[in-house]
Each structure stands twice: as C-alpha cells, then as structure tokens.
C-alpha cells in the first residue's frame, strides 16, 4: 500500500463490496518532505457476508516535529483499525474506537524524541442504511448527492470557530493565518471529545474524506465533479481519490494531500446493523 517515499510515503490503495467502492491515496505534495499524513482501511476480501460489521476508513493529519507528525498519524490509524477489528460492532462503537487511538497518541507523546506530536483523525463506517463518521481536529468528511457537495464535519480550529460565532466570513476564513491553528486533536490529554455525526444515505451517493492539504486547494463543487465518473459500475474509486490528489498537485500542494473515496453501490442496507442486548454480560 506504502512505497519507501520519505515519512509514510505515497500511500495507495482501493477495493470493493458488492454494496461499496472505495480508493485511497496519499501523497507528500510539492514542498514537505516527509509525509505525514497517514489513511487506512479495514475490509476483508470476500468478508462480507460473513463479518458482523462495517469496513472503517480512516485518515489521519500528524504534527510535530523531528518526524513525530508521521508517526502520530500512522499510530491513531492503525490503532483505530485494530479497536475496530477486535471490539464491539456498529457505529456505537466509533466514539470509542477514536479514544482509543488518542491514548496510544498520548503514550507515544510522553517518549522525549516524540513529546508535542499530535494527529486530527477523521473515520467514517456504515450501519444498515446510515454511514457515521467520528472526528476530531480539521481533516473533513464530504458527502456527495445528486451532484452537490455537503461538508459533514465541522473543523476543530479556531478559525471556524470565529466563523461559527460569525466573527469571521468564510471568504476570510480562507486565507486567515491562524487557519492552521486546532482546538481539538489527538495525543494532547488522555481523555478527547470525539465528535459523531450520522447521515442516511442512498445508492450513488459517495463520501469523501480528506485532510486539509487536500480541502484547501479543492473546492466542493470539484470534488464532487471528481467523483462524478463513479456513478458508472466500470470506474474504480482509487481513479477518483488520485483525480483529487492530482488536483491539489497542480496547485502546488504545500502540505501533505490524502483522500479517501468511498462510494456506495448498492441499495441500503450497506453493511448490518449493530447487534444490540438489553441484557449486560457477565464478565
């Protein structure tokens, strides 16, 4: 999936459902060296009719210095992925899963060569006919329908929060130079504020998750014109996270660029609802 690029290096991957299409890329952009965005994703081949639960896509955005905004990111993903593997099923479980990786952040964060780094994390999974999306710090979650672009997240910065208290314009926004500056991320403290969002969809619809290197060089209404061939059963989404990626290229790419594009096929339900008991477990 990686090549031996610098920090995580060009990250590649796609795959498919018979109810989902998804395709990821990541890439260095023009003038960083390192990489330190990571993205990951969990859904075993031929698993999808006898697994309990979604596939969880991931993307995360590392900082620190001295190499640790890579491993901070690399860190949070994996981890979220094993939590999601190996803990309880269903979109109930996402919130807990995002913690989890703030506490491996947060241990790692403690090791002197490591001390300061940090990651946002953005993960997205499906539950019968809804897909949930947990989030903390500014990498964002689109949702694109009948060719129109939503932004499901709300970033974690404080420059949003000037535009949510309307203090700033989002045209002011744009180039504002605390635009970088987060409120929330993972590794700062044991304990993060994950939020949840839950959006019902339909067959057609794509999501789009991304880091800021790749939503502050494209606007909406591009990504969802890149997403747009998906409609067709012959394009793989991995074409269309590389369209993105390219995008951003072509303008310079000051920051890492990772998208992650996840279309879905089918009709609802997507993937199983969550098995729930009104009776605790013995331990």
Same mark, same amino acid.
């Given at each position: 999936?990686?090549?031996?690029?610098?920090?995580?290096?060009?990250?590649?991957?796609?795959?498919?459902?018979?109810?989902?299409?998804?395709?990821?890329?990541?890439?260095?952009?023009?003038?960083?060296?390192? +990489?330190?965005?990571?993205?990951?994703?969990?859904?075993?081949?031929?698993?999808?009719?006898?697994?309990?639960?979604?596939?969880?896509?991931?993307?995360?955005?590392?900082?620190?210095?001295?190499?640790?905004?890579?491993?901070?990111?690399?860190?949070?993903?994996?981890?979220?992925?094993?939590?999601?593997?190996?803990?309880?099923?269903?979109?109930?479980?996402?919130?807990?899963?995002?913690?989890?990786? +703030?506490?491996?952040?947060?241990?790692?964060? +403690?090791?002197?060569?490591?001390?300061?780094?940090?990651t946002t994390i953005t993960a997205l999974c499906f539950e019968g006919?809804? %897909?949930?999306?947990?989030?903390?710090?500014?990498?964002?979650?689109?949702?694109?329908?009948?060719?129109?672009?939503?932004?499901?997240?709300?970033?974690?910065?404080?420059?949003?929060?000037?535009?949510?208290?309307?203090?700033?314009?989002?045209?002011?926004?744009?180039n504002h130079p605390m635009r970088s500056q987060l409120t929330r991320?993972?590794? +700062?403290?044991? @304990?993060?504020?994950?939020?949840?969002?839950?959006?019902?969809?339909?067959?057609?619809?794509? @999501?789009?998750?991304?880091?800021?290197?790749?939503?502050?060089?494209?606007?909406?209404?591009?990504?969802? @014109?890149?997403?747009?061939?998906?409609?067709?059963?012959?394009?793989? %989404?991995?074409?269309?996270?590389?369209?993105?990626?390219?995008?951003?290229?072509?303008?310079?790419?000051?920051?890492?660029?990772?998208?992650?594009?996840? %279309?879905?096929?089918?009709?609802?339900?997507?993937?199983?609802?969550?098995?729930?008991?009104?009776?605790?477990?013995?331990?």
């Amino acid at each position: 999936m990686t090549d031996s690029g610098p920090g995580n290096g060009i990250l590649t991957a796609g795959g498919r459902w018979s109810t989902l299409r998804w395709g990821l890329r990541s890439d260095p952009g023009h003038l960083r060296t390192t +990489n330190e965005d990571f993205a990951g994703v969990i859904a075993p081949e031929g698993a999808e009719t006898t697994w309990d639960r979604s596939p969880l896509f991931v993307v995360a955005d590392g900082m620190g210095g001295h190499a640790s905004g890579e491993v901070a990111s690399s860190v949070a993903v994996t981890t979220a992925l094993d939590a999601w593997a190996s803990g309880p099923a269903g979109s109930g479980a996402l919130r807990g899963v995002l913690r989890s990786a +703030n506490l491996a952040v947060f241990d790692m964060a +403690n090791k002197p060569e490591h001390r300061g780094m940090g990651t946002t994390i953005t993960a997205l999974c499906f539950e019968g006919s809804q %897909a949930a999306v947990a989030h903390v710090g500014d990498s964002r979650a689109y949702l694109v329908h009948d060719s129109a672009c939503v932004q499901l997240t709300s970033d974690h910065s404080r420059v949003a929060e000037m535009v949510r208290m309307k203090m700033l314009s989002p045209e002011q926004a744009a180039n504002h130079p605390m635009r970088s500056q987060l409120t929330r991320s993972l590794g +700062n403290e044991p @304990l993060v504020q994950v939020d949840l969002t839950r959006q019902t969809l339909e067959r057609g619809d794509v @999501l789009v998750l991304c880091s800021d290197g790749l939503w502050d060089l494209v606007s909406r209404a591009e990504i969802a @014109l890149a997403v747009a061939p998906l409609q067709s059963e012959h394009e793989e %989404a991995r074409g269309a996270a590389s369209t993105l990626v390219d995008l951003a290229l072509e303008r310079g790419a000051p920051d890492n660029v990772t998208a992650v594009v996840v %279309a879905v096929t089918a009709d609802p339900p997507i993937a199983p609802e969550a098995r729930r008991s009104f009776f605790r477990r013995r331990s």
